[in-house]
């Protein structure tokens, strides 16, 4: 586990060729994707599919507050659409959002999942399906459980695991339950997120 | 290669014995929800691999009725989404008064709550003695519940809520009778209903309808299967007739977008064009 990036020390940080990320996050989340997703320049390349624990309503704000400060193109998923390279998605209220096997988005009413529906270990367990070890996770700020599984699942399919310093989380909860159950690659403080995802699509692209 | 590899493959099987043995096909339902649920079902069946249930099932009819409880997903609401039930009470209801007897197709109707939102609000129309509802699904076990109409009483303070915002004339408690913890549906509400099993991958098209509502069923489904859907609305609309869909699923992807126009975009509101 490493806990810097980029290390000083390291002339090659050793990042794996990965075709999407996937990011979890629930309370202080907004903060913390907004802190990370600024960092990303426009052009940026790799697909980001971006699971943010909302309110149960019919409509959320969360695409249109994100795109009108980030430089590459955001929206909420929909149901059977094809993941575009280099768009941020974010999963609506209400319905689960996954990866099929052919790299299309779907979406579900199933069970919630630690009390959340969209739930951040069904977007991750499917992604990890879908992509296999091409894929980097990245755990945010969160006050329950959910991501937990769905993070040590990535990593179990060789995909690269990020976490955020529970130290540094507003809520640290959620990056304490997938330190818990799984060690990842990663353990930083936003900005270094921010870097580590510029790095990753550097090499992927 | 990673590890679920295997899975994939058996879940293949599970699915393919299913549909030879029992003819219910869920070979073109979107993958990653379908292999969640099977999962879910391992753990509750307390079997190890996915080879194990599709022996236990293939051999055991009422092992493959209890996996269907896991298959189809029972999540409903009565009048989910109630700015949808207001556009067609608004929008739709006009032009629905204008034909001298209706037929209205729920498909998917799982455990009826969709069905009841329906029909209250064709009562409350005035539309509902001259409307034949089919409301119909894949899991008798859903379809037998739709039938009885008794809902969990802890869930009518939501519905409650959805109908007045559904634009509700009345007030709920007048279509139910509480006992204990149940809410037990005026059975006047359906007697012009018909409850029946009927596939949206298997079967056709069984009569010609004015409008129907299909909502939170296809996103269960691959594109394909969903055109195979649309297809068979298309068949079933009569000239002009009106489609609802759920309010994550659109025709926007789909070989049938030309064949329907958008009535109320925003509500999955579609018109046959």
């Known amino acids: ?5 980029p290390d000083p020390s390291s002339e090659h940080p050793a990042l794996p060729v990965v075709d999407a990320i996937v990011v979890g996050a629930s309370a202080g989340g907004v903060e913390a994707l907004l802190k990370i997703y600024r960092t990303l320049p426009r052009g940026f390349r790799l697909p980001i599919l971006t699971v943010l624990h909302v309110p149960d309503q019919r409509r959320s704000h969360l695409a249109e507050v994100f795109a009108q400060t980030l430089k590459i193109p955001v929206k909420e998923a929909d149901d059977k659409e094809t993941i575009v390279p280099g768009t941020l998605y974010f999963a609506g209220p209400s319905y689960h959002l996954s990866v099929e096997n052919d790299f299309s988005l779907s979406l579900s009413q199933e069970e919630r999942v630690f009390h959340s529906r969209p739930s951040i270990d069904v977007l991750f367990e499917s992604a990890a399906d879908a992509y296999g070890e091409r894929l980097a996770g990245v755990l945010l700020t969160g006050a329950n459980n959910d991501g937990a599984r769905g993070i040590a699942r990535i990593s179990e399919y060789g995909g690269l695991t990020v976490v955020q310093d529970p130290a540094q989380a507003l809520a640290r909860t959620m990056p304490d339950a997938a330190l818990a159950l799984h060690t990842p690659d990663f353990l930083l403080p936003l900005p270094d997120i921010g870097l580590l995802l510029v790095e990753l699509e550097r090499i992927a692209c | 290669m990673h590890p679920e590899r295997d899975a994939d493959i058996e879940l293949r099987l599970l699915i393919e014995a299913i549909y030879l043995k029992y003819s219910y096909d869920f070979r073109d339902y979107s993958g990653a929800s379908v292999k969640r649920r099977v999962i879910h079902a391992l ?37 989910r989404d109630p700015t949808h039930f207001l556009a067609i009470r608004e929008e739709v209801v006009p032009l629905l008064k204008t034909y001298p007897s209706l037929k209205v197709w729920i498909a998917g109707c799982s455990t009826g709550e969709e069905v009841y939102s329906m029909a209250i609000l064709l009562r409350e129309e005035g539309l509902l003695e001259r409307t034949i509802i089919y409301a ?12 009885q109409g008794i809902f969990s009483m802890e869930n009518i303070r939501g519905y409650n809520e959805n109908y007045l915002k559904a634009g509700g004339k009345r007030l709920f408690s007048e279509y139910y009778t509480a006992a204990y913890d149940y809410a037990i549906f005026d059975k006047t509400l359906r007697e012009n209903v018909t409850f029946a099993d009927h596939s949206l ?28 859907a649309f297809g068979l609305f298309h068949e079933s609309l009569c000239h002009r007739g009106f489609l609802v869909l759920g309010s994550k699923e659109t025709l926007d992807f789909s070989g049938y977008k030309n064949q329907f126009e958008p009535l109320v975009k925003q509500e999955r509101i579609y018109r046959k064009s």
């Open chain 1, 1 to 5: 586990m490493r806990t810097i990036f």
């Open chain 2, 43 to 79: 753990r509750q069946f307390e079997l190890k691999t996915i080879s194990a249930l599709q022996e236990r099932v293939l051999h055991d009819p009422s092992a493959f009725m209890q996996l269907l409880q896991f298959l189809t997903i029972p999540v409903s609401e009565m009048f």
């Open chain 2, 136 to 147: 119909t699904d894949i899991n008798p076990h859903s379809l037998e519940k739709a039938k």
């Open chain 2, 201 to 228: 991958a298997t079967d056709s098209v069984f009569s010609e309808t004015q409008l129907i509502s299909c909502r939170n069923v296809l996103i269960y489904f691959n594109k394909k299967l969903q055109d195979r």
